[in-house]
């Protein structure tokens, strides 16, 4: 399941962070991670879940790219989309780099959402 996002956790940093720890554990030496502004969810089903005069939830995406053997690009992609803050992964592209060796490259867009405290003044 995925976690619903709450205020103050810095969701985004964990999220980074446990991407990281996944592509130690796995040995990679080839990668890279960004991530891009959260662009903010709207409409009735956030205002289900949280007071939208208060707080905004944001989706926020990173850019993942992994370049190593084939099992070793498989199983990193497994772990991310297992991270409970991982809400989806939207985009993923895998392309051999070379046709002599087993090396792939992935990149991999996994989202997750943050709960932000809104400004005084609420919504914007």
Do not use: H
């Amino acid at each position: 399941g995925v976690l619903m996002p709450e205020a103050g956790t810095g969701r985004d940093r964990v999220v980074s962070e446990r991407i990281r720890e996944i592509l130690t554990d796995r040995g990679v030496r080839d990668s890279r991670i960004s991530q891009q502004r959260g662009t903010e969810l709207k409409g009735p089903d956030v205002e289900k879940l949280v007071n939208t005069d208060e707080f905004s939830v944001e989706r926020v995406v990173f850019s993942v790219e992994v370049t190593d053997k084939a099992s070793t690009v498989m199983g990193v992609l497994a772990d991310v989309e297992r991270l409970p803050e991982v809400a989806a992964i939207g985009e993923v592209t895998l392309r051999k780099v070379s046709r002599d060796e087993d090396r792939v490259q992935l990149i991999m867009s996994p989202e997750t959402w943050v709960l932000r405290q809104r400004e005084r003044g609420g919504r914007r």
